[in-house]
């Protein structure tokens, strides 16, 4: 029997190690459809796309896929050591006689395809390496929608990118809708599988729930969690008076205080980044920093790891920054203060394993074992196992760089909770976040970002994430 | 937990290459045995662990390496170095031995010192960095030697030494209990301490480890050392197993020090592997080669063998990396 679905999959189960992505799965989706899949991380969407697209052989059951198919994925798969135009015609470059390719029209070429999808500010000579994770996004978005799929399977397209890169996606996936193309996408926003999509398809626990045209956000993620979400953001407690971290980074001068939640606001790749790795020891600078009252110079992180009340930091790329993916979960956790659990520099380890366990338990991290590679857990548990590490190591100053991309909506939810508890407690908090909405609504004070300097300081909670943007535009005004 | 699943469990887990090194060594060992009789004799076999010994010490160090994803080309003359100075500076005395061990090991060190800070503070790569230092190696020794045709070059290793190698102790060669202590310093070394830790961390991730507090640079320059030690020790070994240090001494063990770490299921790009993995890839090279020879298949025809032997079995560990 044939059937009208451009993408088809039943029955499929696929295990990785220890752990079980997909048990008896389906999913279908029709040509001319925009399809939403949805679900909390560790329910399977990644996993289910890569069956999709064939990247992971499921272990039970049938996939079929009609038409030219063309997928972007969560890990970005541009190659970073070329430009974007070698990353754009990687697969069908401009060839001459000989079928050699002619180097000189790899630019301009490049140029006109990301003009036709209506990119101009992006200079096709720039490595790959160099760029924003965002703008890293739109090139592999760019390469994808160049090909012209009939099935276009977009996972997490929107994590990495600023609002008005949002819109231009939209816009693109409804022009491939109208021409009769097959969307697939994820998203953990809900109000983008809102406005774009048809219908949306529910996961939970590696199975498929339900598939509906309509469905409002509190249906959803009551779908997908298994409970009710109550309010989004935790109340503050008070920020204390006590200075925790001070310091100056260029041109930018940042003094958090205990129980502080700091938030730096601000577009994209303004200086944030650096900010945040300067302060870790891990930037060009090397600042002097004040912290917990005692002044030091921070040459690396193992500097401001033992820097008087400690700093943390959490990356947005867990993968690539934070955690090492093929080792366990107790080594992920322990590492950045093996030392403290170790005699004449052997491990302690029955001492490990308790610290180890005790943090598993309070971030609530599911695993099987502590001795299980991190890189089997789902997202959200990898991201409580970074941030386990911290807590693990006592670190009074928290600097949080985008730790919430691409993490689903009740995982988010337990993170605003934890922060606001950790600043209860007295820790400091540098909170960066792509999500404006976060950094107006989580932090006691906001320093707002423009080419490296400080735009403007709000008082928070913001509220409105209008303002933190509309300060951000604005020129730089006087102090 | 029933057995097959535990069975299943460590199939399925880190520990697989490792069982696969040791069934390569086991088939050829068996194979060798059925073709030929007194193959698996314990004279033999003897013989033959003692010959994988030295492949054991400098696959140690070239493991070490590796584990970082780096690489030691130099192997071949720290060897030799390690060799020559042995012996010149003992002068067969076994008064002058403790120095002269001192030497050598110190020889090998300096240059896994320069290797390290080559390749983790300049960021040379690594097989440009310690391809020039082998280079630099040969020159020295050929130089200061003048081609091993100095006053001192002619003596042999001081008999405590010999005797370590060729002499038993509880009917072991203690040859085989040096290797066992090396064995379980490597192994305590990686798996029970905080080094250990780092280095399988800077190995997965560099940048990662770096930014969880690891001293990147310092766990570089500890392994080059280590393995520029290793290096040293195998000359050391040899020396005193053949009495005499020749030209080109360490020259086979650069691919045999390579070949053990892979057959020995040791990731060649870093972060994954056991030094228990590169015990079984010394016995299986030096099995091979035994089972050619005892076989008297001429030189070029043991060559082309012994190359499809590694590369058969590498084949069979090829197929799991993807799904790693």
């Known amino acids: 029997m044939m059937d009208t679905y451009a993408v088809h999959a039943e029955g499929v189960d696929r295990s990785f190690g220890g752990v079980r992505a997909l048990r008896g799965a389906s999913f279908a989706a029709r040509p001319g459809e925009i399809h939403a899949l949805a679900g909390e991380n560790g329910a399977g969407k990644s996993t289910m796309i890569k069956v999709l697209c064939g990247l992971v052989k499921p272990d039970r059951g049938t996939v079929r896929v009609t038409g030219r198919l063309a997928t972007a994925f969560q890990e970005l798969s541009l190659l970073p050591d070329l430009t974007i135009a070698e990353n754009l015609l990687l697969h069908d470059p401009p060839r001459g006689r000989l079928g050699l390719v002619v180097r000189r029209r790899l630019v301009p070429v490049a140029k006109e395809v990301l003009h036709e999808h209506g990119i101009d500010d992006l200079d096709p000579r720039t490595v790959t390496r160099d760029l924003s994770v965002a703008h890293r996004q739109v090139v592999e978005l760019v390469r994808v929608l160049a090909t012209r799929p009939e099935v276009l399977i977009l996972d997490e397209p929107t994590a990495a990118l600023q609002e008005q890169q949002v819109a231009w996606l939209a816009e693109h996936m409804r022009r491939l809708r109208a021409e009769g193309c097959c969307v697939v996408f994820t998203s953990h926003r809900w109000r983008e599988i809102e406005a774009l999509a048809d219908r949306v398809t529910v996961f939970r626990n590696g199975t498929h729930v339900t598939t509906r045209e309509r469905l409002t956000e509190s249906e959803a993620v009551t779908l997908m969690s298994g409970r009710t979400l109550d309010a989004t953001y935790p109340p503050l407690a008070p920020p204390g008076d006590t200075v925790a971290l001070e310091a100056r980074v260029g041109d930018v001068e940042v003094k958090l205080h205990r129980g502080e939640i700091l938030g730096i606001g601000g577009l994209a790749g303004q200086g944030q980044r650096e900010l945040f790795l300067t302060l870790f020891g891990a930037g060009r600078q090397k600042p002097a920093v004040t912290v917990g009252g005692t002044a030091r110079t921070i040459r690396k992180p193992k500097d401001a790891i033992r820097a008087g009340i400690g700093i943390a930091y959490v990356p947005e790329d867990r993968k690539a920054e934070g955690l090492l993916l093929p080792m366990s979960v107790r080594d992920n956790l322990a590492l950045a203060t093996l030392e403290r659990r170790s005699v004449a520099g052997f491990v302690r380890r029955a001492a490990e394993h308790r610290a180890v366990r005790d943090i598993v338990d309070r971030l609530a991290v599911r695993t099987a074992s502590t001795g299980h590679p991190v890189g089997t857990l789902s997202g959200g548990n990898q991201q409580k196992v970074l941030m386990g590490r911290w807590l693990l190591s006592g670190a009074e100053v928290l600097l949080l760089f985008d730790v919430t991309r691409g993490v689903d909506a009740a995982t988010k939810h337990d993170f605003y909770a934890l922060v606001a508890d950790l600043a209860a407690q007295g820790r400091a908090v540098l909170l960066y976040s792509s999500e404006t909405e976060e950094i107006a609504h989580l932090c006691h004070r906001v320093l707002v970002m423009r080419e490296g300097r400080v735009a403007a300081e709000l008082e928070g909670p913001v509220g409105d994430a209008e303002l933190i943007v509309a300060a951000a535009m604005r020129e730089r005004e006087h102090v | ?324």
């Not at chain 2, 001192?102 to 390749?119: Q, T």
């Not at chain 2, 005797?163 to 798996?191: C, D, N, Q, Y």
């Not at chain 2, 040899?238 to 892979?262: C, H, K, M, N, T």
């Not at chain 2, 015990?279 to 008297?296: D, P």
């Open chain 2, 1 to 324: 937990m029933t057995t097959l699943d535990t069975a299943k469990r460590v199939l399925a887990g880190p520990h697989r290459r490792v069982l696969y090194a040791f069934a390569a060594a086991a088939t050829i060992l068996v194979a060798g045995a059925v073709i030929h009789p007194g193959f698996g004799s314990w004279t033999s076999l003897r013989t033959m662990l003692v010959l994988a010994s030295f492949i054991g010490f400098v696959g140690a160090g070239q493991m070490l390496v590796v584990l970082v994803g780096g690489i030691d080309l130099s192997m071949p003359w720290v060897l030799n170095g390690a060799a020559i100075v042995l012996t010149t500076s003992s002068l067969g005395q076994s008064g002058r031995l403790p120095l002269a061990v001192a030497l050598a090991l110190g020889v090998g060190a300096a240059v896994g010192l320069a290797n390290g800070l080559g390749v983790a503070w300049l960021g040379v790569p690594a097989v440009v960095m310690t391809l020039g230092m082998n280079g630099v190696l040969q020159g020295l020794s050929l130089g200061l030697s003048k081609g091993l045709t100095c006053g001192s070059c002619a003596s042999y290793a001081p008999e405590p030494l010999r005797r370590l190698v060729v002499g038993r102790l509880f009917g072991v060669p203690s040859e085989l209990l040096l290797w066992a202590g090396v064995a379980l310093f490597v192994t305590v070394l990686l798996t029970l301490t905080t080094f250990g830790r780092r280095v399988y961390a800077v190995g997965n991730n560099p940048r990662a480890a770096f930014l969880a507090g690891v001293g990147v640079r310092g766990v570089t320059v500890v392994l080059y050392m280590l393995s520029g030690v290793f290096a040293a020790l195998a000359g050391i070994t040899l020396v005193a197993y053949g009495g005499q240090p020749s030209l080109g001494l360490g020259d086979p063990y650069l691919f045999e020090s390579i070949a053990a770490v892979v057959v020995g299921g040791v990731s060649i790009l870093g972060g994954r592997g056991h030094y228990v993995g590169v015990v079984a890839g010394s016995v299986t090279l030096v099995a091979i080669v035994t089972l050619l020879q005892a076989e008297r298949v001429p030189e070029y025809g043991r060559n082309v063998i012994y190359g499809l032997v590694i590369l058969a079995i590498l084949f069979t560990y090829g197929r799991e990396r993807a799904d790693d």
